[in-house]
């Protein structure tokens, strides 16, 4: 899903469909030109990106920085990252793409940015910081084995048997699983990029998403004035700080539409819109569908004395 932007690159957001798994899989077929290829624009993504190159290879621009990529090679990039597949040289690469938003690894309540910034299956991607990519390079006796967990997905996607959501979320954390170990033996080096001031404002922004949140507030706490943290995140993430408040309020929203028996209300209370009418007209333009649509279509939920203790 393309999202709006002033100015830059594209950025593509991931719309969720009740009844279909929460991670997306791209065959990558002679390349990007395909019509289930990557695109070759400059773009970046609100969600996290696993690339794994089976055949050929060529060049990839992230942000400023040009990476050479071949067969064997795992690319992660994280949400933020502008990205380019050169097209010329990228004509022959096969291999696969899996994209997921970060919470899907944290439904506990981590949330779209402690989850894939503290998630230890999720570091590879930040280091521990907001932005970052890697590129990792698979032994060939494990090569077939990422390759699968790319097909097991994507059959999990396709076919939405029952019980697809937890089959398609088990091999992606098997395929994270195998990533995390990877990086781990990696050289620091491979880190494309440290942002703290990225990290302060999620930092803030996890702090405060709860209660009136505004620019301002967040501005304050990072010591910057509101007009030059509006450049510095929209440079760097293709999104305002505004749309950063409102999307860890929708996650929030999510999880406890999924997972408790609160009402609309109280549920738009708890993630800082006082006034429910707006909260509704919110999450729907976000989702397609009303919260109560998003609950009914939603996994079961857990027995409400149980959600009383969250």
Known sequence: MRTATSGGPPVYG???VPGVPPVGVVRIREGHTSPDGVRPHPHAHEFLVVVIVERGGGRVLLDDR???VEAGDVLVVAPGEVVTFVERELHDAEGWAVYFPPDVMAPGGLGTFLSWRAHPLLFPYV???AGGAHRLRVPPGQRSAFVGHAEA??????E???GCDEAALAHLTLLLVAISRLAADGPDDLALRDEP?????FDAVEAGFRGPLSLADVATTVGLTPGHLTTVVGRKTGRTVQQWITERRMVEARRLLADTELTVEAVAARVGYRDPGYFARRFRGAHGVSPLRWRR???PRRDPAEA???
């Open 160 to 162: 939405r048997r029952d």
């Open 153 to 158: 997905i994507d059959r999990e996607v396709q």
């Open 127 to 129: 280091r521990g910081v």
């Open 297 to 299: 279509a939603g996994p």
């Open 197 to 201: 001031l990225l990290a302060a404002v």
């Open 14 to 16: 991931y719309r969720r």
């Open 66 to 68: 040009e990476w050479r």
């Open 308 to 310: 009383g203790t969250q």
